[in-house]
């Protein structure tokens, strides 16, 4: 059983910065791939970022060159850096825990077996 619990949503202006963490409990977090999911009002939830347990990463083209995944396996927390934030943005951002497809990054939520509760954040024009 892992428990995921995500922080560091808010209110920014646009061209700002937040950075989100995801603290997980649970053993296989070293090995489990980590992703990060976003759903706006009215929209699905959509992919936007990835890490494996090799640090392989894969990002939503939305986000390329703005947002960063990282994790520290001693912490059991995941990160994501999101710089140059955009109205578009705002969506309620949720952590995953796919702890099956081993080296594999899924961008797809039904392969993730957990997830946090969301944080919200909110990009201002």
């Known amino acids: 059983q892992v428990q995921l619990v995500e922080s560091g949503g808010g209110l920014v202006q646009a061209g700002g910065s937040l950075r989100l963490s995801c603290a997980a409990s649970?053993?296989?977090?070293?090995?489990?791939?980590m992703g990060w999911f976003r759903q706006a009002p009215g929209k699905e939830r959509e992919f936007v970022a990835a890490l494996n347990l090799i640090r392989r990463t894969t990002y939503a083209d939305s986000v390329k060159g703005r947002f960063t995944i990282s994790r520290d396996n001693a912490k059991n927390t995941v990160y994501l850096q999101m710089n140059s934030l955009k109205p578009e943005d705002t969506a309620v951002y949720y952590c995953?825990?796919?702890?099956?497809?081993?080296?594999?990054?899924?961008?797809?939520?039904?392969?993730?077996?957990?997830w946090g509760q969301g944080t919200q954040v909110t990009v201002s024009s």
């Open positions: 649970g053993r296989t977090f070293s090995s489990a791939t």
């Open positions: 995953a825990a796919d702890l099956r497809s081993g080296t594999i990054v899924s961008t797809t939520a039904a392969w993730y077996d957990y």
